[in-house]
């Protein structure tokens, strides 16, 4: 679940996949693992949708004005500390992580030009290309190993913390000026993913204060900050993928959703991020702004706890797999932005088992194994809370697809303010939800026995067992071939019931190019304003 | 006036036991809500280690007693504590707050004052008239409509459709005074229902003070129509609207979360929200202190005028 929680007005909460609320990325945990790399919130995985991108030959010059929802006077500059979808587009502007997620969620390589695995996948040598701080010094391998000790600080809970876990920081050096040679604690095939995680970006060693004057090696430079109001930066004409076309970058922070349209349609903006489905819809081929959308973002399930009754019984959760409707889950709680799931996290990205048939609803099935398993007058709670939007209205709709197949659910709400706490431990079934991160993100936070967020509670040895086996396997192919087994179990007796994948919906003026939208919330190209021009 | 400067000191005493009051009890509320700062802050990565990590470095370890008798000291030398959330100073948060407010509530009552007397007043001379009926309904009505409503249906017109004023003040921070095209749509919204309260209230107090016994008196020693309405009649009048006044005011000081949201004004409002939302606890109680002193001090000072004003009225203290 990450989540990204914007505003708090629960007025506006009713929006889209819960990034409303503050938006909180989460990250982290997983202390097992990988690079956990929570990514936050929605995200999105995209596909292509409309037009902003093409629009000729980049232009240069201007300034662009982006809205986001933000946290208020307790923002700050510093990389490590992000949070919100604001903090990680201001992030990005001013710095550079060594890698960054693709539109498939892979590892790219950014301020690393390439990286090498040992033999035994515990050794990862890591190459930096020539690359210059705003203050003209170099980013050498000393600032990488700053900035992950810095990260990893167990004094501090920066996010990233738990997805750096692999790396054994004692050990690892640099070998000179820009290669570091990384030593980890147990062999990682996805070592990449951590140097992509959320929040792990290269700071100059040394630099501890970021509000005054951050100094990055990212493509603006900084020129002011007010915490909860606006971020201005001016585009650094030296940066490494070359210069921004835009002149200047501006983020302003408008927790509203209404606020953030009417600054679009007011001209005060050219971007704002996060609109809800009903505002898409008013607007999309209007003319007037443009609407994009990044289909694939926000994982929308239930989850079932699979180590206490009733749903210890498999024959209970794949009775509930077939109760679901999707397409009306899809149609009534995400308001038609999204697409249908098939139990599975993370469809698109790289690893996903797209080869297994789409689940459809089917009530005599259901019926027949509830009896089987002597349940046939089925009772359960489904907690849920407005903690992210669509959460009462999918808990409600299933309620009613539930009693179809002679099951009662009683939807019990929480409060949104320590939902994902609760829902953790305690209770059997439980709306949920979850930005874009790497499958093997996904399994390694919340599947295995160590998951720091199980919050289905599965715990299987050689579910485990598969995990660190792909781990250690070096073979793409082979490695492919593990995690699709691993997805298969979860597809058939697994306690997350996937029903469904949210659009991100961002607006943008006329003017704009160059936007891309085949990029998930946290990808490298989603809040990517470097690439972007104003026509 | 020894008496009321004794009337004035058991105000203020009285004032500062309800802020003590107010503080504990917002204290006690927020530890009585559901999760701490450190759940807030992990969202939905509820990672227990992580929690545990947060906990400590905020304090949140600590027993609730400890923090607040910590606090307390603080506040007894001035200081508001700092921020769970960002560790930055609860005063600079209070500060950058307080501008876009105090601007916005400035504005707004020193248009909602001559507003709403002129109108009650116009609406009192013609009692029972077409003037009095307008006035009368179109406040009943615009009393209706919410802030939030009143808001979106101005931004629509005046600033999307007919693009005559700036929709938001995004971006503007606390700067807000170099862009007045943007305080136009806020302060309208701000003015809407009060002037209707007010107006009603000016209205009836003065109908009620011409009726009276000592407006036909003055009348009768023949002095003018407009000396007897402005220098006789309406200091009774307005008493009740004073103290109206006073709790308007507190209400625009307390930031009108709503205004400020849909505006994209970084005001106390704003900051209480997000503090709330982030069981950022020193900001809360800051900003409790600031409200509780605040609205102490505009009744006290409301009940002052109203007592200046009609001495007979016997003000409740």
Redesign the interface.
């Known amino acids: 679940m990450n989540d990204i929680r914007p505003t708090r007005l629960p007025r506006t909460d009713a929006r889209f996949p819960g990034l409303r609320r503050r938006g909180f990325l989460a990250a982290t945990s997983g202390a097992v693992g990988l690079g956990a790399l929570a990514l936050a919130g929605c995200s999105s995985s995209g596909s292509t949708d409309t037009a902003a991108k093409g629009g000729g030959k980049p232009q240069r010059g201007g300034r662009l004005r982006a809205a986001f929802a933000g946290g208020g006077a307790s923002e700050t500059l510093d990389p490590h500390a992000s949070n919100l979808f604001a903090d990680v587009a201001r992030a990005k502007a001013l710095f550079d992580k060594l890698a960054d997620y693709g539109a498939d969620l892979s590892a790219q390589p950014r301020l690393a030009s390439g990286w090498e695995a040992g033999a035994g996948l515990d050794r990862w040598k890591v190459t930096l290309r020539k690359a210059t701080f705003h203050d003209g010094k170099p980013v050498t391998a000393q600032d990488v190993l700053y900035s992950y000790r810095r990260i990893t600080d167990p004094k501090r809970a920066f996010r990233a913390k738990a997805d750096l876990e692999p790396v054994d920081l004692e050990a690892s050096r640099a070998l000179d000026e820009r290669t570091v040679e990384f030593v980890l604690k147990r062999p990682t095939a996805g070592f990449p993913n951590v140097l992509a995680a959320f929040g792990a970006y290269i700071v100059p060693e040394g630099a501890e204060q970021f509000d005054r004057k951050p100094v990055g090696s990212g493509p603006f430079r900084f020129v002011s900050f007010a915490p909860g109001k606006s971020a201005v930066f001016r585009r650094n004409t030296d940066y490494w993928d070359g210069a921004p076309h835009l002149d200047e970058l501006e983020i302003v922070v408008a927790n509203e959703e209404s606020a953030r349209v009417n600054a679009l349609l007011g001209g005060q903006v050219e971007y704002a991020h996060e609109l809800n489905p009903t505002t898409g819809r008013a607007h999309e081929g209007k003319g007037q702004i443009e609407i994009l959308r990044l289909r694939n973002s926000g994982m929308q399930a239930f989850a079932m706890k699979t180590d206490r009754k009733p749903f210890d019984d498999r024959r209970i959760r794949e009775a509930f797999f077939l109760i679901a409707d999707r397409e009306e889950l899809v149609q009534g709680a995400l308001s038609g932005a999204g697409e249908i799931g098939n139990d599975l996290f993370g469809k698109g990205y790289e690893y996903y088992a797209d080869g297994l048939p789409q689940r459809e609803q089917d009530l005599d099935r259901a019926r027949s194994l509830l009896k089987k398993a002597g349940a046939e007058d089925l009772t359960v709670t489904l907690d849920t809370s407005p903690v992210a939007a669509g959460f009462p209205e999918a808990a409600s709709i299933f309620r009613d697809q539930a009693a179809k197949a002679g099951v009662t659910i009683k939807v019990r709400t929480g409060s949104k303010d320590s939902y994902w706490t609760d829902i953790l431990d305690s209770g059997t079934l439980c709306s949920y939800r979850s930005g874009a991160m790497p499958i093997e993100t996904h399994l390694s936070q919340r599947l295995l026995t160590a998951s720091t967020t199980n919050a289905t509670h599965w715990r299987h040895k050689d579910f485990d067992a598969l995990y660190q086996q792909a781990q250690s396997t070096k073979d793409t192919g082979q490695r492919t071939a593990v995690y699709q087994r691993m997805q298969r179990r979860l597809y058939a007796e697994g306690g997350f019931l996937i029903w469904g994948f949210a659009d991100w919906i961002i607006g943008t003026a006329r003017t704009v190019r160059g936007v891309e939208t085949d990029a998930p919330a946290n990808s490298l190209d989603w809040a990517r304003f470097d690439k972007v021009w104003l026509a | 006036m020894s008496g009321l400067t004794a009337w004035t000191a058991r105000r203020l005493l009285l004032g500062a036991a309800q802020t003590a009051a107010v503080v504990l009890l917002v204290f006690a509320l927020t530890e009585a809500?559901?999760?701490d700062a450190a759940?807030?802050?992990?969202?939905?990565?509820?990672?227990?280690?992580?929690?545990a990590?947060?906990r400590e470095?905020m304090g949140l370890d600590r027993p609730a007693l400890e923090r607040l008798a910590d606090w307390t000291s603080g506040l007894l030398h001035g200081d508001l504590g700092t921020?769970l959330?960002?560790g930055?100073p609860v005063s600079?948060?209070i500060a950058?707050?307080f501008g876009p407010t105090l601007l916005l509530a400035t504005l707004t009552v020193l248009l909602l004052v001559p507003l709403s007397v002129g109108l009650g007043v116009l609406a009192a001379r013609h009692e029972g008239r077409l003037a009095d009926r307008l006035v009368s309904s179109v406040t009943l009505g615009l009393y209706a409509v919410p802030e939030?409503a009143c808001g979106?249906l101005l931004?629509t017109v005046f600033?999307?459709r007919l693009?005559w004023l700036?929709?938001?003040a995004?971006?503007?921070?606390?700067e807000l005074i170099a862009h007045p095209a943007a305080l136009v749509l806020p302060v309208l919204v701000l003015l809407s229902r009060p002037v209707c309260t007010l107006a009603r209230l000016v209205r009836a107090g003065m109908i009620d003070a011409l009726a009276a016994p000592y407006a036909a008196q003055a009348r009768r020693y023949g002095i003018s129509g407009a000396r007897v309405r402005y220098a006789h009649a309406l200091p009774n009048a307005v008493t009740p609207a004073t103290q109206q006044l006073a709790r308007t005011i507190d209400w625009l000081l307390s930031g009108v979360?709503v205004v400020e949201?849909?505006?994209?004004i970084?005001g106390l409002g704003?900051?209480l929200?997000?503090?709330?939302?982030?069981?950022?606890i020193p900001?809360v109680q800051g900003l409790a202190v600031v409200f509780g002193v605040l609205t102490v001090v505009l009744n006290t000072g409301a009940d002052l005028v109203a007592r200046r004003f009609a001495p007979r009225g016997e003000v409740a203290a």
């Open positions: 809500l559901p999760g759940v807030a802050l992990a969202g939905d990565q509820p990672d227990p280690a992580r929690i990590v947060i470095s921020s959330a960002s930055r600079t948060y950058d707050g939030f979106v931004i600033a999307i693009q700036p929709p938001t995004v971006g503007y921070g606390t979360i949201a849909l505006f994209v970084p704003t900051v929200i997000n503090a709330v939302a982030e069981r950022d900001v």
